[in-house]
């Protein structure tokens, strides 16, 4: 075979990778709204209103013949979404691994999510129990679609390009987020200009996220490709028992475990600064609706950045050091946030571009690196424990903020408490020998990692 053959098939392979590689980036663009507009800015309150108009005179609504407070049940849905996705998570990583078809399950998936989130824009009366399991359908599907695409990363970037295939989906997702909060809060802001009420701009904005998921995941489903691996067609393990031979198979690489575990940690206290930022900003510095929402956006759009930003030092430095530099940030930042003036959304608005320039690097790095310590022919069984580590494990957290704030009746005392988990986190990442632990994972090892 001459060079010039080789040299073209090479270049003809590196166009068809960059061309999965785009297609890739756009499920984050096509999901990521869901987690902006409907979960973390629309459907709490709005649900939470809606259980309390089908409330009794105490206040109570009545699921399953369950007393429960009306102001607890998005919380209580959101439980049983994470319970959901732990029992299924397991089984459609195994699938995809065992049966080498990741593109079908993904697209069930994301079209089931899709669905139910469009399905939201007919909770309006006192439609809590649709809502409730709209909510629990579309939040454990993005999580069985958010294992089968990560799962594809080792298979589209070799290892010296996954760090920054990584950064960039980061970045298109947290873009995505950007552009339909814009249009979400126009519409929810002049919803009388537009002739609607209130309540149904709201129902539009959640549907729209779910029409927009909807839509975009055309991409990737057209330009991802399927593979075999050599454990397709193997049976497939069901539920617990699949989650027990997944586990059992990990214990054989203990320094993957070692990274889970520490990412388990620091991602605890990410998730838990951004579920609780809105509360401290509003009960402990009297912030406005409408400035949670603007820093809200901020952070979506900073985070963009941040996430480009951060894969680029990771080129320099490794991803390991990388991810260690922004657990310092994060601890610093919320130092920053404790001594915050109330009144001052000034302020607030700095300490969320703190948040937005470390989060999305972060995570983004977080996941190539766990990407470099899966064993080959694995990607979806792993992480789909990754993804555990991700949501089935973030109660920590909100659990230490509330405990705090009981004891102390301060949100300040409240959130300097999460700088335990970047701490410990910090500490646990840095013993983790990477270099060995992607050699053990039978991966070859990046120049940089």
């Known amino acids: 075979m001459s060079t010039d053959t080789v040299r073209a098939g090479a270049a003809e392979e590196a166009a068809e990778r960059r061309r999965e590689q785009r297609g890739w980036y756009f499920y984050d663009w096509a999901c990521s709204v869901y987690s902006t507009s409907v979960l973390t800015v629309f459907l709490g309150p709005y649900l939470t209103a809606v259980a309390k108009h089908a409330a009794d005179a105490d206040g109570f609504v009545h699921p399953l013949g369950v007393p429960v407070r009306a102001g607890s049940f998005f919380a209580y849905a959101v439980s049983a979404s994470v319970i959901v996705s732990i029992v299924v998570m397991p089984m459609a990583g195994a699938a995809a691994d065992r049966t080498g078809r990741k593109k079908p399950l993904l697209a069930a998936a994301a079209y089931l999510g899709a669905g139910a989130t469009t399905g939201m824009f007919f909770l309006d009366g006192d439609r809590y129990l649709l809502g409730g399991l709209l909510l629990i359908v579309a939040n454990a599907s993005l999580a069985v679609s958010m294992v089968l695409y990560n799962s594809y990363l080792p298979q589209i970037a070799p290892p010296e390009e996954r760090d920054a295939v990584s950064s960039r989906g980061w970045a298109f997702g947290y873009a995505a987020g950007a552009v339909v909060l814009v249009a979400n809060l126009a519409l929810f802001t002049a919803h009388d200009s537009f002739g609607v009420s209130e309540s149904t701009a709201v129902r539009i904005c959640l549907a729209s996220a779910g029409v927009w998921w909807g839509a975009f995941t055309l991409i990737p489903l057209k330009r991802l490709r399927d593979r075999r691996t050599s454990s397709s067609g193997q049976a497939s393990a069901h539920g617990w028992r699949q989650l027990a031979v997944t586990v059992r198979d990990m214990r054989r690489q203990p320094l ?20 609780q930022a809105s509360v401290y900003g509003s009960e402990e510095l009297g912030l406005s609706q409408s400035t949670l929402i ?14 480009l930003g951060m894969g680029r030092l990771a080129r320099t430095y490794g991803a390991k050091r990388t991810i260690l530099g922004s657990l310092v940030a994060w601890t610093l930042t919320l130092a920053a946030g404790y001594f915050l003036p109330a009144g001052a959304p000034v302020w ?52 230490l903020f509330g405990l705090t704030y009981q004891l102390t009746g301060s949100y300040r005392d409240a959130i300097i408490s999460l700088v335990v988990f970047f701490v410990i986190g910090f500490v646990l990442l840095a013993r983790v020998p990477v270099r060995r632990a992607v050699r053990d994972a039978g991966n070859p090892v990046p120049e940089r990692i």
């Open 256 to 275: 993957t475990l070692s990274f889970l575990l520490a990412y388990l940690i620091y991602n605890d206290g990410i998730q838990t600064v951004i579920s």
């Open 294 to 307: 603007t820093a809200v956006l901020l952070v979506q759009v900073l985070a963009v950045g941040g996430a």
């Open 348 to 399: 607030f608005f700095v300490l969320a571009s703190g948040i937005g320039l470390v989060l999305g690097g972060s995570q983004a790095l977080s996941r190539s690196l766990f990407s470099h310590l899966v064993p080959s022919g694995k990607e979806a069984e792993y992480f789909s424990a990754y993804e555990m580590s991700d949501r089935g494990m973030s109660w920590l957290g909100p659990l």
